[in-house]
Nanobody, 126 residues
Framework: QVHLVESGGGLVQAGGSLRLSCASS????????MAWFRQAPGREREFVSA????????VYADSVKGRFTISRDNSKNTLYLQMNSLEPEDTAVYYC???????????????????WGQGTQVTGSS
């Protein structure tokens, strides 16, 4: 069973940067598409970014495009999210997730992802 653990969250001033990590100590993540989602208080969990199994394909939500970068290191069984130019609107709990779906196109719906981490808090202050 895959167990994901996020880290790297924290409080950062507007315009600052953070890098989130998501590691698995269990089975290899290399066969799964991976994604980041976030959930702000009182709001639905929303898609942030996804990456294909080998890392050659990525997709981003419009709200983070050009500021966030998703990457993965399958040799370390770890997923990353580099967040630059953070804004107060980025404040949320960030979750990593893995999907067993097949196909070329990356999925953005949370229902397509089968296992999740516990989340890490990111707070952007103004």
């Amino acid at each position: 069973q895959v167990h994901l653990v996020e880290s790297g969250g924290g409080l950062v001033q507007a315009g600052g940067s953070l890098r989130l990590s998501c590691a698995s100590s269990g089975p290899s993540l290399a066969t799964y598409a991976m994604a980041w989602f976030r959930q702000a208080p009182g709001r639905e969990r929303e898609f942030v970014s996804a990456i294909s199994q080998a890392g050659g394909s990525t997709v981003y939500a419009d709200s983070v495009k050009g500021r966030f970068t998703i990457s993965r290191d399958n040799s370390k069984n770890t997923l990353y999210l580099q967040m630059n130019s953070l804004e107060p609107e980025d404040t949320a709990v960030y979750y990593c997730a893995g999907g067993r779906y097949l196909g070329v196109e990356l999925r953005t719906a949370k229902e397509e992802y089968n296992f999740w981490g516990q989340g890490t808090q990111v707070t952007g202050s103004s």
